[in-house]
């Protein structure tokens, strides 16, 4: 037995036709057929029903893929990370992260490995955090930045918490409800509302259940854009308000050109942003560099939105953004 025969093994599982399966491995049909009944003869059971020229999987081929697909990866994984031993600062790095916290991070990041490892080939994807974890799955992303409770129960994937979201409602800075204290939804709805970014079904709920929404809340928006820019250009340019986390607007925010409103009751919602990525997966070298400077990027966001609070508490005009504990696992 070797992998490539639990290559094309499991390629018959996946796409349960042999005739499709030959053409993704490269070989002719009788070929491959020699190769499946090689393996059959090594474990000695039979792994597929040949019956109307169709290969039907056995229980014991069922039994067997799982254990198929990791001695698959355990081998790739060694043939990796001999390689990243080679390539030392080179090699390749994909990641990913939300659109809230794009605007701030991508670029900076890139641009830090950019000076720090020329050789390095990136990748990053901007999109929910549902959709990154199902990239890290199939092994498309090597990390990516997102909700930790997404990862929170699951054994084969490291957490590293990062950063407990602040949340609030956010205008111009000469908007009509700026000054306003106690502003409640009936306030907000005279105004366009724009829905930013990407949010949950728990999150959803979470926000129809504070200000009495009906389901889908998406009906109470008159804008929808996972464009951060845009948004931020809506803010400030309009009477239009949206629900958001802080880090989101960190840059208008620093610039004055938007504030968190006083809204009653306050917008509280749980995310905690963090690292996350496979357990047993051989990180490239260059991942320690990007994990560093997201560490410091987040750290330092967090500082300069607690001196913008307490710049505004001197002020006067205190809307309290709301900060959840961090809650950490490795």
Known sequence: MNIRQLKHFLAVID?????AAAEVVHLSQP?????????????RVPLFDRQDRRLRPTPYALAYVERARRMVFDENEGARSLALMRDGELGSL????GSSIAKFLLAPLMLEMLDRAPGLRMSAMVQSTDMLHAALLKEQLDFFIGDVRIAQHDPDMVIEALYPCT???FARAEHPLAAKR??????LSAYPLISGGYADESVERR????YGLGIPISQHFSLSTSDLSTMHALLASSDAVTPSTAIAVLDPLKAGVVVPLDVAPPLDLDLTLGIIHRAGRTLAP???????????????AAAELSR???RRAGLGAAPSLKKRAIKTRR
Do not use: K, P, Q
């Open 94 to 97: 994909a990641f990913g992260m």
């Open 182 to 187: 106690n502003v409640t939804m009936t306030h």
């Open 167 to 169: 949340f609030g409602w």
């Open 286 to 300: 260059a991942s320690s560099r990007a994990f560093e400077f997201i560490r410091a990027s987040f750290a330092n």
């Open 31 to 43: 070929a491959l057929s020699r190769s499946l009944r090689a393996l059959e003869n090594v474990l």
């Open 15 to 19: 796409l349960g036709s042999l005739a």
């Open 308 to 310: 913008l609070h307490g």
């Open 207 to 210: 926000i129809a259940d504070l």
